[in-house]
């Protein structure tokens, strides 16, 4: 299962001249930092990585708080229309991604925002996926919190936000991570609006350097290393939620 | 949108005073953002693509109506019929995975505490980049020094160019994609899994079934609504498949890559690098027709096989 990993790791500390003999050899002969002082000084690796970072943090607190507010009316707020509306919502879950990919890109060249951080993050910000899910988290909740805090007074977003959102921390982690996941792996709709290579993030700009770098192997392992393991971090810190999210999802965004 | 003055029934009658339902004007303003982004990223961006898959659209200047004609160019199309036998190949390939993950994942379930490592290891690949998958896995199916043609030398099989032979892409991605999905099909039927009462083995081990038998009668009939659902969500990502292609083959092998072009690749092709976004349009409504019959199909065979107990 790891065994990718661990000629991965080895591979990047080899000579290029080491990394394509045959029979390879399994340790490196010495360790030679040369991959990595290639990635870095070809690569704007940290411009990247901001690009994503910053693109992931915009998608995953702008969806948390748009479906949370959502799932909430959805659950608890009764009003003309909810059922219809609501089905739309599921609707649009069950269309593949492709299927918006031509409309969100006019929509975001006619903003002008090709090229753009925040051309990453917008289509993101909606999601039918977090909208159900925030929803069924909410229609499992007990009714008595919420009653007692409006008897005290207390308006609906108030109710929502120090009662209701509160209680649905774990939903909330597990959608937060899922989401998170995706804006980071997600290498078609990066490709498609940024053209130009401007503001590129990391899955994009990795793939650039195989055209750039076709056969030096330690130097593609390590930028690949470099790029994935922020995110692997992440996961060995927040385990529990990463597997929370895959269970109540299934990986469907 | 009117607030519904009617409390329901079921409320005590102490409560009603100053603890009224919220308005639909709170309803509005809580569902709008959701709605507004629903409506102009998704629905009509959806409504377009369905528009435009009748429509010749030209990289500049306006689009004609052509009526049927993208679809009937798509079903004369060569490459699109190439490229939908490789999406299916690919599909068949990573469901391949989904009896390989039952047993796996029930294994794990019994490895106590070993258990919690095993996970992190399976789901290492899903946390990945895929793209840096992709280049990994290019790099151990090399043909002139990788390591998997290394490991076949030692018993004597001659090597291959997997990725760059177009007789083996397809399978060399299935075998791909099945290693980076075992992690989270192994998460999904672990929960299955433990959802599974215990005195049920406790019982059958007393009538003296041993560990094979009992996952071959407990196990295997208890969890089919967690295969199903993974099955179906499997068929669903395979029939998506995109970024493997794009870094194990674009740019680096483009003789293998004409070949060995899934339905999504296609489309990315024709909508994002040739600009032809009627004829990219037509092979999403494709793509869109395929996934439901395929998911239309796994819901009526289900019937046959899934046990809801």
């Known amino acids: 299962m790891v065994v990718p990993f661990v000629w991965q790791i080895l591979t990047m500390f080899k000579t290029t001249a080491e990394a394509t003999r045959f029979p390879p050899t399994v340790l490196p002969e010495t360790f030679s930092p040369h991959a990595f002082e290639t990635f870095f000084s070809t690569v704007p690796f940290w411009s990247m990585f901001g690009v994503s970072a910053g693109a992931l943090v915009l998608r995953v607190a ?50 002008k925002l090709l090229d753009t951080l925040p051309a990453l993050a917008i289509p993101g910000l909606f999601s039918a996926f977090g909208t159900f899910l925030m929803r069924q988290a909410f229609r499992t909740m007990p009714k008595d919190y919420e009653e007692a805090a409006r008897l005290d007074g207390a308006n609906p977003f108030q109710v929502f936000w120090h009662v209701m959102l509160p209680m649905a921390r774990p939903t909330l982690a597990a959608l937060a991570v899922l989401t998170g996941l995706y804006s980071w792996n997600d290498l078609l709709w990066p490709l498609i609006v940024s053209p130009s290579g401007e503001n590129r993030p990391l899955p994009v700009g990795l ?21 994935s393991i922020p995110l692997v971090i992440v996961f060995l810190v927040l385990q529990r939620q990463f597997f929370a999210g895959i269970t109540s999802s299934g990986l469907k965004g | 949108m009117t607030s519904p003055t009617t409390p329901p029934a079921r409320r005590p009658a ?26 102009a990223l998704y629905v009509w961006p959806f409504l377009s693509t369905f528009l435009k898959s009748f429509e010749d659209v030209p990289a500049f200047g306006p689009a004609t109506f052509v009526g049927m004609d993208n679809y009937t160019a798509l079903l004369h199309d060569e490459e699109f019929w190439k490229a939908f036998g490789n999406s299916a190949l690919y599909t068949v390939i990573i469901l391949l995975g989904v009896p390989l993950a039952v047993v796996l994942a029930a294994l ?17 690949p899903v946390v990945t980049l895929p793209v ?39 399978y060399a991605f299935g075998v791909v994609g099945l290693w ?37 009668h407990i196990t295997v009939p208890l969890l089919t609504p967690s295969i199903f659902f993974v099955t179906t969500l499997s068929v669903i990502a395979a029939l998506q498949m995109f970024d493997l292609i794009f870094v194990m ?20 092709e024709k909508a994002f690098v ?18 439901m019959l395929a998911t239309a199909l796994q819901f009526r065979l289900q019937r046959s096989w899934v046990f809801y107990g």
């Open chain 1, 207 to 227: 793939a650039g350097l195989q055209g750039q770098f076709g056969t030096d192997y330690p130097t593609l392992m390590a930028g690949a290393f470099v790029c």
């Open chain 2, 14 to 39: 102490g409560r009603r005073a100053g603890a009224s339902e919220p308005s639909g004007w709170w309803a509005a303003v809580f569902v709008a953002p959701a709605v507004l982004g629903l409506a």
């Open chain 2, 108 to 124: 794990i379930e019994q490895a106590g505490r070993g258990r919690a490592i095993y996970r992190v290891l399976f789901f290492l």
């Open chain 2, 249 to 268: 083959l674009r740019g680096v092998n483009n003789t293998a890559l004409a070949d060995s072009k899934t339905i999504v690749y296609l489309f990315y």
């Open chain 1, 62 to 111: 702008g969806q948390l708080a748009i479906a949370s507010l959502a799932g909430y009316a959805f659950a608890r707020i009764p009003f003309r229309g909810r059922e219809p509306l609501f089905g739309l919502f599921v609707l649009m879950l069950m269309v593949p991604s492709q299927l918006f990919l031509i409309g969100q890109y006019e929509l975001i060249r006619g903003l």
């Open chain 2, 274 to 291: 040739q600009f032809h976004q009627g004829y990219g349009a037509a092979i999403a409504i494709v793509l869109l027709l395929v996934i």
């Open chain 2, 132 to 170: 840096a998958v992709g280049m990994v896995w290019r790099f151990v199916y090399n043909g002139d020094f990788g390591l998997l043609n290394t490991v076949l030398s030692w018993f004597g099989v001659s090597g291959q160019f997997w990725v760059a032979d177009p007789r083996f892409t397809i």
């Open chain 2, 180 to 216: 980076m999905s075992l992690g989270i099909n192994m998460i999904i039927l672990g929960a299955g899994l433990r959802a599974i009462p215990k005195d049920l083995y406790e019982a059958s081990a007393l009538d003296g079934a041993g560990r094979v038998r009992q996952f071959v």
